[in-house]
């Protein structure tokens, strides 16, 4: 997830990133933000720290 979201933000022309998968189960099978207790997994605070260095880098 970071790895592509990280090489998507760096396109002009994608406007745009959505993730399907916001809390388990998921339809991928392991690929949510949140365990089914509301819990942040990992990927969370990965996304939350590239968002962070994007807009810091604007």
Do not use: C, H, V
């Not at 809390?23 to 720290?49: H, Q, V």
């Amino acid at each position: 997830m970071e790895q592509f979201y990280t090489i998507a933000a760096a396109r002009e022309e994608i406007q745009a990133l959505t993730w399907w998968d916001f809390i388990e189960p998921s339809f991928s099978g392991n690929g949510a933000f949140l365990y089914e207790d509301e819990n942040p997994r990992e990927m969370f605070f990965r996304l939350l720290a590239l968002k962070k260095r994007i807009i810091a880098a604007k």
